[in-house]
């Protein structure tokens, strides 16, 4: 979707990046890169229904969208110079309400006050006084108004549908309550369905739509439709089309080829899909990134949604999130209600799990971590969520065993190592913990220590479950497990024959590197180890 437009960043001077921006028509007024998404508005126009639901991770770009919708059916076409839809459609205006749903959900009284008063602000920006004082009364009312007004069919827009319900996920009175609401609050809109022209909702979850779009039934839900997958986040030809220029700044800043700049963009930024094909990135970090210029957890810092850290009961999650791929059923994020969340259908809608692959024959998809800025991200916040001790010593620490193992210190390396498990709470240490408990830690560890390693790397004589890659020194690790501290020599004897073998470190000879071969076993919070060098001739 290459279009030459009024906001392309051309090969003269470089366009602001849109840092922060959701309203469309303050791209053209900023001078801002504003990357076309408008032929997926095209064919929802398109589409047949009316009706839809999008899905999607926070800060990707949906209220973006939606303000661009807005602008569309606002019939604002010279703000769409050289953009895909400007000549496709008639530009017709129609009245539009776009809601906000990001309120303060602190009690279900200040919720419906606030509700009320973006309801009531609404009315008087198109000249309505109401009478009403309900929320379901007043938008019923504004939309009829509407209708009488104008002669034409009203266009809704609803912008984080769920967010006062997820707000309050801890407390789950509350959060039903505030469903209630909402279900009666939004039973307006399928009330007035024959008045609307276009509705569209998003949001973070699906919450099961029975349970807030009570019998809701005709909203098509596009968000793991393969020709939505790139209706959010930017694909690569959309990356490096609109942001060349910032591309190759970065380039010449870090001192590395353009190509090389790329491949750190794609590993930090890049790999969310909801259909297995199409892959994005993530369009908050990368304009960080480009303003910055740096790579850092930009998405993540600005905040885990808290319900979240409530669901990542770490002792259930710690492996399966970590692993190369979780299958599940195609259905994976139906049904979910209140009481009843699945946290691998939540994790995924938020954005910290992501398609890899679609089996058709199976029905089943294959879910990944997306990229390095999400493992940092899950890494650091299952570890802060089961470390006792102070948070910045967890860092302290993470950084000691980096710097340790990089000057080949074993010893110091596996203290910290030590220190670190042994100030992790006990559940992490339950009996039924086995060697694939302790391998997710232990590449937690090494993700949050920065150290450049390679999970479970595969090898023509089977998977060694790490390696770690430094300038001078390489790892092989193999990790063992045993419930008793009795076994832990045995169970380090075992670890270096797998590996002497298994040959696992024969791909990482001749490199002018000192290859350590190290066996590793734990225990109840207690890590110990044995250590060969590589002979190299």
């Given at each position: 979707m290459h279009?030459?437009?009024n906001f392309q960043?051309?090969?003269?001077d ?17 001078n ?7 032929e997926y ?11 839809f639901?999008?899905s999607r ?8 969208l939606l303000?661009?919708i807005?602008?569309?059916f606002?019939?604002k076409?010279?703000?769409?110079k ?6 496709k459609?008639?530009w017709e205006?129609?009245?539009?309400i ?6 303060d959900a602190g009690?279900?009284e200040k ?5 009320k008063a ?10 309505f006084?109401i009478p009403?004082h309900?929320p379901?009364a ?11 007004s104008?002669?034409?069919k ?10 006062p319900?997820?707000d ?5 009175k509350?959060?039903?309550d505030i469903?209630t ?5 939004y ?9 609307l ?8 979850t699906?919450?099961?739509q029975t349970s807030?779009?009570?019998g809701f039934n005709?909203?098509?839900d ?10 959010c ?7 490096e089309?609109f942001?060349?220029?910032h591309?190759e700044?970065?380039?010449r800043?870090k ?6 700049v ?5 590993h930090?930024?890049?790999?969310y899909?909801?259909?297995g094909?199409?892959f ?8 960080l ?6 790579f850092?957890?930009f998405w993540y810092?600005t ?6 850290l ?6 259930n999650?710690?492996?399966?999130v970590?692993k190369?791929?979780i299958s599940?059923?195609?259905t ?5 209600t209140?009481?009843k969340l699945?946290?691998?259908g939540?994790l995924?809608?938020s ?8 089996d058709e024959e ?6 990944q971590?997306?990229?390095?800025e ?7 916040l299952?570890?802060?969520?089961i ?10 620490l ?7 193992f990089?000057?080949?210190n ?9 220190i670190?498990?042994?100030n992790?709470t ?6 039924n913990k086995?060697e ?6 232990f ?5 949050l220590?920065?150290?450049n390693?390679i999970g479970?790397?595969?090898h ?9 890659l ?8 193999e990790i063992k497990f045993t419930s ?10 075992s670890?270096?024959?797998q590996?002497?073998e298994k ?6 000879l001749?490199q002018g ?7 590793l076993a734990?225990?109840?919070g207690?890590?110990?180890?044995k250590?060969?060098e590589?002979i190299?001739?």
């Amino acid at each position: 979707m290459h279009h030459e437009t009024n906001f392309q960043a051309g090969n003269g001077d470089l366009k602001n990046l849109p840092v922060g921006l959701d309203s469309f028509e303050d791209f053209p007024l900023l001078n801002s890169i504003y990357v076309d998404k408008t032929e997926y508005i095209f064919q929802m126009l398109k589409a047949g229904g009316k009706s839809f639901f999008l899905s999607r991770p926070r800060r990707f770009g949906k209220s973006l969208l939606l303000s661009t919708i807005k602008a569309v059916f606002e019939g604002k076409k010279n703000l769409f110079k050289g953009l895909y839809i400007e000549d496709k459609i008639d530009w017709e205006t129609y009245p539009v309400i776009k809601l906000d749903m990001t309120l303060d959900a602190g009690s279900v009284e200040k919720f419906e006050e606030d509700l009320k008063a973006l309801l009531l602000g609404l009315a008087a920006n198109f000249g309505f006084e109401i009478p009403y004082h309900t929320p379901p009364a007043i938008l019923r009312e504004v939309i009829r108004l509407l209708v009488v007004s104008t002669g034409k069919k009203v266009v809704v827009l609803v912008d984080e549908y769920d967010k006062p319900i997820l707000d309050a996920i801890d407390d789950p009175k509350r959060a039903e309550d505030i469903r209630t609401v909402l279900q009666t609050f939004y039973g307006v809109l399928k009330a007035s369905s024959s008045m609307l022209k276009f509705l569209i909702v998003s949001g973070i979850t699906k919450v099961s739509q029975t349970s807030i779009f009570s019998g809701f039934n005709n909203l098509n839900d596009i968000s793991l439709d393969a020709s939505y997958a790139g209706i959010c986040g930017y694909s690569q030809a959309e990356l490096e089309y609109f942001f060349s220029g910032h591309i190759e700044n970065l380039a010449r800043n870090k001192t590395k080829s353009k190509a090389a700049v790329l491949a750190d963009i794609k590993h930090w930024y890049n790999g969310y899909s909801w259909d297995g094909n199409a892959f994005v990135y993530n369009p908050y970090s990368v304009l960080l990134l480009f303003e910055k210029g740096l790579f850092n957890p930009f998405w993540y810092n600005t905040g885990t949604p808290t319900f979240l850290l409530k669901l990542l009961n770490t002792g259930n999650n710690l492996n399966t999130v970590l692993k190369d791929a979780i299958s599940v059923p195609n259905t994976f994020i139906e049904g979910q209600t209140i009481d009843k969340l699945n946290s691998i259908g939540l994790l995924f809608q938020s954005g910290y799990l992501t398609i890899k692959s679609f089996d058709e024959e199976e029905s089943s998809y294959e879910l990944q971590i997306p990229n390095e800025e999400v493992r940092k991200a899950i890494s650091e916040l299952i570890l802060m969520d089961i470390y006792r001790d102070n948070v910045s010593n967890l860092h302290e620490l993470s950084k000691n065993i980096r710097v340790a193992f990089s000057e080949g210190n074993t010893t110091a390396a596996v203290e910290s190592l030590d220190i670190l498990l042994a100030n992790t709470t006990h559940n992490t240490h339950d009996s039924n913990k086995n060697e694939s408990h302790y391998q997710a830690l232990f590449q937690l560890a090494m993700i949050l220590s920065n150290i450049n390693h390679i999970g479970e790397s595969t090898h023509g004589n089977g998977r060694t479950d790490a390696v770690l890659l430094f300038d001078k020194h390489i790892y092989v690790v193999e990790i063992k497990f045993t419930s008793e501290k009795e076994g832990l020599e045995a169970a380090l004897a075992s670890g270096m024959k797998q590996i002497n073998e298994k040959l696992y470190y024969k791909p990482y000879l001749n490199q002018g590197k000192t290859v350590h071969k190290l066996a590793l076993a734990f225990t109840k919070g207690k890590v110990v180890y044995k250590e060969e060098e590589v002979i190299q001739s």
